[in-house]
């Protein structure tokens, strides 16, 4: 089997005196949407900023498209092909939509046919085009976070919670979005806690307990179990539908 695009191995963070991650092992593949689940407090967040070097690991390693990013700053993890949108969302909301955008492409401007494809996957940011983004709800800046993300190629986008605090209608948009980067073959690592969008977007998923990875799988076979969604979430689908 070919190598996965990011690998996490026996890897340990510490922030201040806190152990947050004990030794999380785990693969991403290649062109697939892995969902990161658990708890709050278990660590997705944690290993989302470590990953992007926003947060040292203490020990083990971190390798992305075989190379060792352990050790790399941000902004090597960054051009290296990385995305984050964290789960502040991270926008100038005094700059207009279309500034945001461009501060996003850091190699030039935004390609025109990358452009069209990004506002097909979010037509609110066209109508907000060259107004403020503080004008727009919530979910619209979301979706901006995610534009910004993939101003540019990008081999791997890490997103957090994108779905957290929104309306029903805006999750389903939401839904449709993740589910044409899967179609353009993105490789998504999602934390999410909207277990029903887990359910429709995930090709696999990680669950997270108390800085672990405590299980590993396709998402169909959780989403088919309920009993194993009690024991690792406290949850089950039927409850979120």
Known sequence: MSEPLLRL???????????????????IPAGQLTMLLGRNGAGKTTTLRTIMGLWRASSGSIRFDGRDITRCSTPSVAQGGIAYVPESMAIFTDLTVRENIVLAARSG????A?????????PALKRFWNLPAGNLSGGQKQMLAIARAI????RLLLVDEP?????????????????ALKEAGETILLVEQNFYAASALG???????DGRIVHSGAMS????????QQRLLGLSLDAHQ
């Open 163 to 179: 779905t957290k605090g929104l309306a029903p209608v805006m999750v389903r948009s939401m839904i449709e979005a993740f589910r």
């Open 221 to 228: 076979d959780l989403v088919a179990d309920q009993a194993l």
């Open 109 to 112: 401007p935004v390609d025109s």
């Open 151 to 154: 101003a540019e190629p990008r």
């Open 203 to 209: 090709d696999n998923v990680l669950v997270m307990d």
């Open 114 to 122: 990358r452009l069209d494809w990004m506002l097909g996957l979010f």
């Open 9 to 27: 191995q026996d890897v340990h963070t510490h922030i201040g005196p806190y152990h947050i991650l004990h030794g999380v092992t785990c693969d």
